[in-house]
């Protein structure tokens, strides 16, 4: 069975500086998917970034690197240059390519970034 | 385009009662999730829906819970007798198909029961 574990539940970082949130994996399907996901106080879910298992390099997108290590099984996701707007709750999810199409969630790691 | 759209935004409904959900996916978009996020907790999958059929339906918590897709677009959450644990956000997201990575994510629906 999928596993998502984020062990932080809550992070703080000081405006204009980089954050790493921990997220581990567990699965015995070699062909899945990585996702984080940033939920603001307003509720909406907002992808962020995406790792496929089988892709060489670490995703980026814009000030959001995803920190993609296949044989800790881990994806940690890496905001630089924090902004007061990233403070939000982030979730870290994954999908099994070759079983449920649904993504299982970790519980969230609520960034806040102080001024 | 226009999103994902959910209604009732919040609903407040006495336990025992009965209660729909209703989600309409973005235009074209072939696959349909339905997730629970109880106070603080992560997303839990109730239902994915392609198409008109659902082929896994693992995540309904309970027989109280059913859903149903009409002509591929909307979406229906059906949860009878409801109970307090039934509580939570319901959330849908669609996607291109299934195996289109990204799943677009719907405002919710606040459900509280009394």
């Known amino acids: 069975a999928q596993k998502i574990t984020q062990t932080q539940p809550g992070m703080f970082v000081q405006e204009k500086e980089a954050v790493t949130l921990d997220c581990t994996y567990d699965t015995s399907d070699p062909s899945y998917g990585l996702f984080w996901y940033k939920q603001p106080s307003s509720g909406e879910m907002i992808f962020l970034i995406y790792?496929?298992?089988?892709?060489?390099q670490n995703a980026t997108e814009g000030r959001y690197s995803l920190n993609f290590q296949k044989a800790r099984k881990s994806a940690n996701l890496v905001i630089s240059a924090s902004q007061l707007g990233d403070s939000a709750m982030y979730f870290c999810a994954m999908r099994e390519d070759t079983g449920r199409r649904a993504l299982t969630f970790g519980s969230g790691t609520r960034l806040q970034v102080q001024p | 385009g226009a999103g994902v759209s959910q209604s009732p935004s919040n609903k407040v409904t006495e336990k025992g009662k009965d209660v729909e959900l209703r989600c309409d996916p973005i235009s074209g978009h072939t696959a349909l999730y339905w997730y629970r996020q109880s106070l603080g907790q992560g997303l839990e999958f109730l239902i994915y829906?392609?198409?008109?059929?659902?082929?896994?339906k693992s995540g309904l918590p309970s027989d109280r819970f059913s859903a149903e897709r009409t002509g591929g677009s909307v979406s229906t959450l059906t949860i009878q007798r409801t109970q307090q644990e039934d509580s939570a956000v319901y959330l849908c997201a669609s996607s291109l198909s299934p195996k289109a990575y990204e799943q677009y994510f719907g405002p919710g629906t606040r459900l509280t029961v009394t």
């Open positions: 829906f392609q198409g008109n059929s659902a082929p896994d």
């Open positions: 790792q496929g298992s089988y892709d060489q």
